[in-house]
């Protein structure tokens, strides 16, 4: 059965970090693209960042580059996204997707950044 479960998300402080993990199973990551995007409420759906699979080549949304860096470990099934300089408006549920048209999903962590 495929399996996406993130983890890492929590509270943290403006200016703060926090480290986010994706666990795959039922199917080989390296095998697909994954990517990490986050939904705000009354918002959509947004990318945040993705990487190839063989993470040469990562890419990201405008409003976290240079904060924000993904990475994955084909040999463990894990793609990682480090947050650094979170700002309020980062708060969202962060979600982690496999495939370049995002065929599967997890069920999200929450990610709040506030004093």
């Known amino acids: 059965q495929v399996q996406l479960v993130e983890s890492g998300g929590g509270l943290v402080q403006p200016g703060g970090s926090l480290r986010l993990s994706c666990a795959a199973s039922?199917?080989?990551?390296?095998?697909?693209?994954m990517s990490w995007h986050r939904q705000a409420p009354g918002k959509e759906r947004e990318l945040v960042a993705s990487?190839?699979?063989?993470?040469?080549?990562?890419n990201y949304a405008d409003s976290v580059k240079g904060r924000f860096t993904i990475s994955r470990d084909n040999a463990k099934n894990m793609v990682y996204l480090q947050m650094n300089s979170l700002k309020p408006e980062d708060t969202a549920v962060y979600y982690c997707?496999?495939?370049?048209?995002?065929?599967?999903w997890g069920q999200g962590t929450q990610v709040t950044v506030s004093s």
């Open positions: 997707s496999a495939g370049a048209r995002y065929d599967y």
């Open positions: 990487i190839i699979r063989t993470g040469g080549r990562t």
């Open positions: 039922g199917f080989t990551a390296s095998n697909y693209a």
